[in-house]
């Protein structure tokens, strides 16, 4: 058995890992997009390093655009082959691939148009929603805990990792000659605490482990955001200053683990008698799937609906999906909360929320997640800087710029240390590859492995094929 790593390979983006079998079954351990440096990563996203129709699996480990991105684009060069995942993964890709297709023609609509003053030619989006629509037909749905059989001797069994709704483990077990060898991939593992999905699930032993490392380098200041740090923000801002909170928020995960706690405020009369705008059709349409898997979030949650059926709804928040209605906030003077995507600040609704904000300091832009390096999200939050390039014009920094790590969605290294040696006997893991994350994060995390008593740890450049 081979596996190779063709992204989020001593990178955080495009996690796609190729196990091939002795028998010559083909299984793609997620399809993510390389994503954080727009046309940039076109030649990345178009060359796979492998032939699509030759893939007979995807399993996948969530929904998240660098771990699904470029199914749509497989299934355009011939893909026809299973993709496996929890149901709620598949409703979530129902809508986050529709709208990355919408952002592919935006962006290169606009490239088009630079390259067409340059007289060089055009390009084609990698896909548009009849690839989506085609790709989806290909959706096979299993629960946790279920030991699945693939194929012949191939079995695999999804376990909760706590990192988004639908998020799993995958953990595989393939037999070649006789013997039974386990690989688990970890995809993204959650943190130990969240406000509203469940902490991450003990799963099966393995002999190989895949395991993610975006934090590989980093602690949480905090296990959670408490109400009352997230209400100071909010009372400096609109009530003191009588300014706008702008939250730059990943669409699926974190918009409604935000829209939770302001829920929460509000219940118990904490929140302020200011409006708060979800200013997203995709947060929308991902809050409706919440809605409708709430059993798989954690008990808080449940209690919670014991005495209130919405905890993503109260009166004074509106979601908002009407374009006009979008513009018609940045003319607004009252104070308020806008939470918008994406996350990181490099397309979407947010980034014109951004520039028509950042230069008045009643102001606060709230970064509540991770930010890749070359993003706008990263860049915004350097220390001393004074003016930053948006839609490219220079605008003065005047607002106020902070940052939440508890929404985090990322486990640091001592949350997923703790995660892997309650779940594994560490001596039985034979192998570790380290994966997601950067460079620096990966080595520092290979050091906590090696501390935490694994062995055989290992840092796989992007291409590099390794034999089991």
């Known amino acids: 058995m081979k596996i190779q790593f063709l992204g989020a390979a001593r990178e955080v983006t495009g996690s796609k890992h190729l196990v091939t079998t002795n028998a010559g079954k083909k299984i793609l351990l997620d399809c993510g997009m ?83 003053k340059l007289h060089k030619p055009a390009i084609k989006p990698l896909y548009d929603t009849h690839q989506v629509d085609g790709v989806m037909q290909h959706f096979l749905t299993v629960g946790y805990n279920r030991r699945f059989r693939v194929c012949d001797d191939v079995y695999l069994t999804f376990t909760n990792s706590g990192h988004m709704l639908g998020s799993a483990i995958c953990s595989l077990e393939i037999k070649e000659s006789g013997e039974w060898k386990r690989i688990a991939y970890t995809g993204d593992i959650g943190r130990k605490h969240s406000h509203i999905l469940p902490s991450p699930q003990a799963f099966p032993q393995c002999d190989y482990l895949i395991c993610e490392s975006t934090y590989g380098d980093r602690e949480h200041e905090e296990a959670l955001v408490t109400e009352e740090e997230l209400l100071g923000i909010v009372n400096d801002t609109c009530v003191y200053r009588k300014g706008k909170l702008i939250i730059p928020s990943f669409s699926v995960g974190r918009t409604q683990e ?19 705008y979800v200013d997203s059709p995709l947060s929308v349409n991902a809050t409706h799937i919440f809605r409708m898997y709430t059993s798989d979030l954690n008990e808080e949650v449940q209690d919670t609906m014991r005495f209130d059926e919405d905890p993503f709804g109260f009166n004074t928040l509106r979601y908002i999906t009407d374009i006009r209605e979008s513009k018609a906030l940045n003319s607004s003077d009252e104070p308020c909360i806008i939470i918008s995507a994406s996350g990181m600040l490099e397309a979407g609704r947010i980034k014109h929320h951004v520039a028509n904000h950042i230069s008045e300091p009643q102001n ?62 560490v001596e039985a893991v034979r192998r570790v590859f380290v994966v997601h994350g950067e460079e620096q994060a990966q080595d520092t995390y290979r050091d906590h492995l090696y501390t935490a008593g694994f062995r055989g740890i290992e840092n796989p450049a992007k291409g590099e094929i390794v034999e089991l």
Not at 80 to 101: E, N, V
Request: charged share 20%; glycine share 8%; hydrophobic share 40%.
């Open 258 to 276: 935000i829209v939770y706690v302001l829920n929460k405020l509000y219940n118990e009369q904490h929140l302020p008698k200011i409006k708060v």
């Open 364 to 425: 606060t832009i709230l970064i509540v997640g991770y930010c890749a390096p070359t993003t706008l999200g990263a860049r915004i939050q350097k220390p001393g800087l004074q003016w930053i390039s948006i839609f490219g014009m220079d605008r003065k920094i005047k607002a106020h710029i902070t940052k939440l790590e508890g929404f985090s969605g990322h486990g640091d290294w001592r949350e997923m240390i703790e995660y892997l040696t309650s779940s594994l006997n």
């Open 34 to 116: 390389f994503q954080g440096k727009g046309m940039e990563t076109d030649a990345d996203n178009r060359n796979l390093g492998f032939d699509p129709k030759e893939i007979d699996y995807v399993i996948l480990s969530h929904a998240h655009i660098d771990h699904s991105g470029l199914l749509p684009y497989i299934y355009k060069l011939g893909f026809r082959g299973d993709i496996i995942s929890t149901p709620a993964t598949r409703d979530l890709c129902a809508i986050m691939l529709a709208d990355t297709a919408y952002i592919l023609a935006q962006d290169v609509r606009w490239y088009n148009k630079k390259m067409a």
